[in-house]
């Protein structure tokens, strides 16, 4: 047996201590050491997600400046917080201007012309001017059982009206009594409107419900695009209608695009009636003039109001020269188009006024070729009806 060597044996039990002391200490200097990345690919750029052959590599972003901060408008103490958007709609104004004896003048600028609605002057946007544009408008004509006299003057102003047409021209009619009868739809075919005409010959009832006619035209009319009219021929008497007359000038106030001619039949026998009727000094006319009275002044404000005008033939030559009137005043006239200041939609009616003036501010002067100074006259809606349209 040999003999135990001591340098070997002091030799071992130091490397025992150092053993130990390196199994203390390898776990902290573990942690100190850096985590080295896997040698076989370089991280992306920018990093991304992973996709089947490694990780997805992005563009970086661009650093962008933070966005302005914008005041906070906060409302006063007590005041809901809520947004409110006002749309202002766009009025749009037919305007005639005609000389004396009718002839229209035309020419007239955006700066010619000045708007005022309840009496406040309003900025006008646009002015535009039609010429020999083609109109669309509704026949509407009494023929009922009552003086051959009053049929007459209907047919007759009646054929004037469909001889004075151009052949572009949308034309429907109505004729009504005591209910309202449609001969013909809209149409451009002449004959089909000579055609309807011939079935009035034998009137039917004695009633005549004006207001429940009129109301129901424009209540038709509303459905058709552009700018409409109504020519309405006969005597304005109302004796069965289920509307009042209040009821169908309300109508009259909210139609939109709609203007009336009215054309009043049966002059010569209502002043031969109020000629030749028992007259009291005490009494006045009798209840028959009377009414024929208030039928004429209600034909005229309807007609006033919409912009259109009111004729009262006594002859029957006078109708050629009434309907050519009709005809170029819807053929040639001005629309003046404006955002009312007041933009409540509260279903008020606003009075309208309309007034040339020239580069000057005062009134317009209009001369003639000979240079002398021409009257006109100017014909637009008196108002309308500040109601909400939902589109």
């Given at each position: 047996?040999f003999p135990?060597?001591?340098?070997r044996?002091?030799t071992l039990g130091?490397?025992?201590?150092f053993?130990?002391?390196l199994?203390?200490?390898l776990?902290?200097w573990a942690q100190q050491?850096?985590?080295?990345a896997p040698?076989t690919?370089?991280?992306p750029?920018a990093?991304?997600?992973?996709?089947?052959i490694?990780?997805?590599a992005?563009?970086?972003?661009?650093?962008q400046p933070?966005p302005e901060?914008k005041?906070e408008v906060k409302?006063p103490?007590?005041?809901?917080?809520?947004s409110?958007?006002v749309?202002?709609p766009?009025v749009?104004?037919p305007v005639?201007?005609?000389?004396?004896?009718?002839?229209?003048?035309p020419?007239?600028k955006?700066?010619?012309?000045r708007?005022?609605e309840?009496?406040?002057?309003?900025?006008?946007?646009?002015?535009t001017?039609?010429?020999d544009?083609?109109?669309?408008a509704?026949?509407?004509?009494?023929?009922?059982?009552t003086?051959?006299r009053f049929?007459y003057?209907a047919l007759n102003?009646s054929?004037s009206f469909?001889?004075?047409?151009k052949?572009n021209d949308w034309?429907a009619?109505?004729a009504y009594?005591?209910?309202?009868?449609m001969?013909?739809?809209?149409t451009?075919?002449k004959?089909?409107i000579?055609?309807?005409?011939s079935?009035?010959?034998?009137?039917?009832s004695?009633?005549i419900n004006?207001?429940?006619?009129?109301?129901d035209?424009i209540d038709?009319?509303e459905?058709?695009?552009?700018?409409?009219?109504?020519i309405?021929i006969g005597?304005g008497?109302?004796t069965?209608?289920?509307?009042?007359?209040?009821?169908?000038l309300?109508k009259?106030?909210?139609?939109?695009d709609i203007?009336?001619f009215?054309?009043g039949?049966?002059?010569?026998?209502r002043?031969?009636?109020?000629?030749?009727?028992?007259?009291?000094?005490?009494?006045?006319?009798?209840?028959?003039?009377?009414?024929?009275?208030q039928?004429?002044?209600?034909?005229?404000?309807i007609?006033?109001?919409?912009?259109?005008?009111?004729?009262?033939?006594?002859?029957?030559?006078?109708m050629?020269?009434?309907f050519?009137d009709?005809?170029?005043?819807?053929r040639?006239?001005?629309?003046?188009?404006?955002?009312?200041?007041?933009?409540?939609?509260d279903?008020?009616?606003?009075?309208l006024?309309?007034e040339l003036?020239?580069?000057?501010?005062q009134p317009?002067?209009i001369?003639?070729?000979?240079?002398?100074?021409?009257?006109?006259q100017i014909?637009?809606r008196?108002g309308?009806?500040?109601?909400?349209e939902?589109e």
């Open positions: 047996m135990r060597n001591p340098i044996k002091n130091r490397f025992a201590v053993a130990v002391v199994a203390l200490a776990p902290g050491q850096p985590a080295q040698q690919q370089a991280p750029e990093g991304g997600p992973q996709g089947d490694g990780p997805l992005l563009p970086k972003k661009k650093e933070p901060k005041p409302n103490p007590g005041m809901p917080e809520y409110l958007r749309d202002v766009l749009q104004v005639l201007v005609t000389t004396k004896d009718g002839q229209f003048i020419g007239l955006k700066g010619n012309f708007v005022y309840d009496g406040v002057p309003q900025r006008i946007t646009d002015v001017q039609s010429k544009a083609p109109i669309t509704v026949l509407l004509v009494e023929f009922a059982s003086w051959y049929n003057d102003a054929y469909a001889q004075a047409l052949a034309i009619i109505v009594d005591m209910s309202t009868h001969l013909t739809d809209f451009q075919d004959r089909a000579y055609q309807a005409l079935l009035m010959r034998i009137p039917g004695h009633e004006s207001w429940d006619a009129l109301y035209t038709r009319l459905g058709v695009e552009g700018r409409k009219y109504i309405w005597t008497v109302d069965f209608s289920k509307l009042r007359y209040d009821q169908a309300q009259v106030k909210d139609s939109k203007t009336i009215s054309v039949t049966g002059r010569v026998l002043e031969y009636i109020g000629d030749r009727a028992a007259v009291s000094r005490s009494l006045g006319p009798t209840v028959m003039n009377m009414e024929f009275l039928a004429e002044n209600a034909m005229n404000s007609a006033k109001m919409t912009g259109g005008r009111f004729y009262f033939p006594r002859f029957e030559a006078e050629p020269e009434i050519a009709i005809g170029q005043a819807v040639n006239q001005y629309t003046v188009a404006y955002k009312p200041t007041n933009s409540k939609q279903g008020t009616f606003r009075k006024k309309v003036v020239g580069e000057n501010g317009l002067v001369h003639n070729q000979k240079g002398k100074d021409v009257k006109y014909v637009a008196e309308y009806n500040a109601k909400h939902v």
